[in-house]
Structures are given as C-alpha cells and as structure tokens.
C-alpha cells in the first residue's frame, strides 16, 4: 500500500543532543511537509518542500531544519533540543496540485 | 491569534444518532476547508473537503455543510457509528496555490453504543 512512513515511532533525546526524524512516501507526491503538535494543540506547520524547493514558515525556530535529499525521503533536524520541542512531529505529503495532504503516524519527541 | 476554532474539545453521540461537530474561522480569506480524523497512535486521515463556492458536500455518512458569512462549517456524521469515536480537526486553506493549511485543536468524539 503507498503510504507515509514516519521513522522512528517515538524518539527520545536529551537536552541539546542533536536528534534526526525521518520520513518518507511511496506515494510519489511533489510536496512534503512537517507539523508539530503539541498536547492538545492544533498541528502547526514548521516548513514544507515542494520538490527541492524549501519553504520555511516565518515563526519556525532556526532550531528546526529540514532535509530533502530525494522525492521519497525528507528529515527533520532539531539541532538543539529544548524542553519545549518536546511534541508530536507529523510529517504529510501531497500530490501538489490538490489541497489534500496525507500523514504519517507521526513521531513522538521526548527531550530529558 | 487562532485563526479556525474547534471550541468543543469533546463530544459525545449515541450510536445511530447524528454527531455535530462544529468549527469557526476569523480570516475571510480561506477559501478551502477540510476535516480530517485521527485514531490514537495514527496520523490524521482526510475525511472531506468543500470549497467556498458551495455550501454543502457530502459523503456517505459524512456531510460538511459551510456558511460563509458566519464563517461558520460544521461535519454531520449520520448515522453514528463507534468506529467514529476519534479526534476531528478541521482545516483551511488560504487561497488557491498556497499550500498552508491552518488547523483547528480539534473535537475528540465518542461514540457510546
């Protein structure tokens, strides 16, 4: 089945140690994006990649950065994790020419 | 600033009633809404959609109905099932190429059969 896959499924870090979350798609769609959501929150959109071109939403920390080294693959770095990063990221896909996006099953951070 | 507001942060139906779950939005610049669903442990899954020039879509068991000038769209699920029972965020969409969608915290729904 295509899909988004989102690895790993919970990730725990400490404080200020570099972490790398991991996502990809056999959906072959141009678009790809990250969202945080924290607890009982709405998802916010960090940045998104159509194809190789990186859109970053004005009130993204310089903390977060986003790799995209192929159509099906695309990271999300997190330099230097604070407590406050601690949340639910989403990654999500779409064609590019429709306003339907499809997400992963997310990945849940924990910062110590 | 919230810009699409879920205010009931839960809701629950009988089995076979109609759910009702309710979503406001402040920028009359969305043009494009959308509702998703999402089980524990998963990721959202689109439900439905509808556009500003209609003011009604419906799937199955699943209508959104949109009234613009409340700025007001609301998801009628009949009749209810206990497979319902998950978070549901709605969404929207500034305008036609942007790719940003804005959600609300979403309405947790609980089916009791």
């Known amino acids: 089945d295509a899909m988004v896959i989102q690895n790993p499924r919970y990730q725990v870090t400490q404080f200020g140690k570099p972490v790398t979350l991991s996502c990809s798609q056999t959906?072959?769609?141009?678009?790809m994006y990250w969202y945080q959501q924290k607890s009982s929150q709405a998802p916010k959109l960090l940045f998104h990649?159509?194809?190789?071109?990186?859109?970053n939403e004005a009130d993204t920390p310089d903390n977060f950065q986003s790799r995209r080294p192929n159509t099906s693959f695309c990271f999300l770095d997190i330099r230097s994790p604070g407590l406050g990063d601690a949340a639910m990221y989403l990654c999500?896909?779409?064609?590019?020419?429709?306003?339907?996006?499809?997400f992963g099953p997310g990945t849940r951070l924990t910062v110590l | 600033d919230q810009q699409v507001k879920q205010n009931s942060p839960s809701l629950s139906v009988q089995e076979g009633r109609i759910s009702i779950l309710n979503c406001d939005y402040t920028?009359?610049?969305?043009?494009?809404f959308l509702w998703y669903k999402k089980y524990p442990a998963e990721g959202p899954t689109f439900l439905i959609s509808?556009?500003?020039?209609?003011d009604k879509n419906e799937d199955g068991r699943f209508t959104v109905f949109l009234n613009k000038s409340a700025k007001h769209l609301s998801l009628h699920i009949v009749p209810s099932q206990p497979g319902d029972s998950a978070v549901y965020f709605c969404?929207?969409?500034?305008?036609?190429?942007?790719?940003?969608?804005?959600f609300g915290k979403g309405t947790k729904l609980s089916v009791i059969p």
């Open positions: 969404a929207a969409r500034k305008r036609a190429g942007s790719y940003q969608l804005t």
């Open positions: 999500a896909t779409s064609p590019g020419d429709t306003d339907t996006q499809y």
């Open positions: 509808i556009s500003s020039i209609k």
């Open positions: 959906l072959n769609h141009n678009v």
């Open positions: 990649y159509y194809d190789k071109d990186f859109n």
């Open positions: 920028n009359s610049m969305f043009d494009y």
